[in-house]
């Protein structure tokens, strides 16, 4: 068997067990709840806080968040676009859907890309937040998973799309202002 079979065995077999804890009420509720607030709620929600709160740099930042996120919103949809990839419970009859999927195709995980894009911008002005911010993004990758939207690898490429959008974003932020 080749690598990439051997890899897509192994993958589908991680999908599958953590699709299971799905099956379990209460992590069902939270992973769920995890998911829809990383629709984009959560993420405008910290934008407005931060403009208001911390009005001038915040602002920056909030700006920064926008822009983050405009170009996360393109680029993942041009991924999903161009790579076509099933979704996992689309492609393994073992593999549950808990949620309904915003759109058609798995990779990357659009969650996954936004949160950890915005999480990397937003502590790098305000390094406290990480304690909410960290512990949330991590769930929100970890959610696609087991509500068997996404493979993990779908969260993984999307977690490295999204930080160096973030250092991409930043880097430029810092010549200009």
């Known amino acids: 068997m080749n690598a990439a079979r051997t890899l897509a065995r192994v993958e589908r077999g991680w999908c599958r067990s953590a699709n299971r804890w799905?099956?379990?009420?209460?992590?069902?509720?939270?992973?769920?709840?995890?998911?829809?607030?990383?629709?984009?709620h959560a993420w405008y929600a910290l934008i407005a806080v931060l403009?208001?709160?911390?009005?001038?740099r915040?602002?920056?930042?909030?700006?920064?968040?926008?822009?983050?996120?405009?170009?996360?919103?393109?680029?993942?949809r041009r991924l999903k676009h161009w790579t076509r990839r099933p979704r996992p419970y689309r492609r393994d009859r073992e593999i549950r859907a808990w949620i309904a999927p915003l759109d058609e195709?798995?990779?990357?995980?659009?969650h996954t890309?936004?949160?950890?894009?915005?999480?990397?911008?937003?502590?790098?002005?305000?390094?406290?937040?990480?304690?909410?911010?960290?512990?949330?993004?991590?769930?929100?990758?970890?959610?696609?998973?087991?509500?068997g939207v996404h493979y993990p690898s779908d969260v993984v490429a999307a977690a490295g799309i999204g930080g160096g959008l973030a250092a991409g974003v930043l880097g430029a932020w810092a010549l200009v202002a």
């Open 22 to 40: 799905g099956a379990q009420q209460a992590v069902r509720a939270y992973f769920r709840a995890v998911s829809r607030l990383g629709d984009g």
């Open 58 to 76: 915040g602002s920056g930042v909030a700006l920064q968040l926008a822009i983050v996120g405009l170009v996360a919103a393109i680029l993942y």
């Open 113 to 147: 890309l936004h949160a950890v894009s915005f999480t990397a911008v937003a502590i790098a002005a305000y390094p406290l937040l990480a304690w909410a911010l960290v512990p949330f993004t991590l769930s929100v990758a970890v959610s696609r998973v087991v509500l």
């Open 105 to 110: 195709y798995s990779f990357p995980s659009g």
């Open 51 to 56: 403009a208001f709160v911390d009005l001038w």
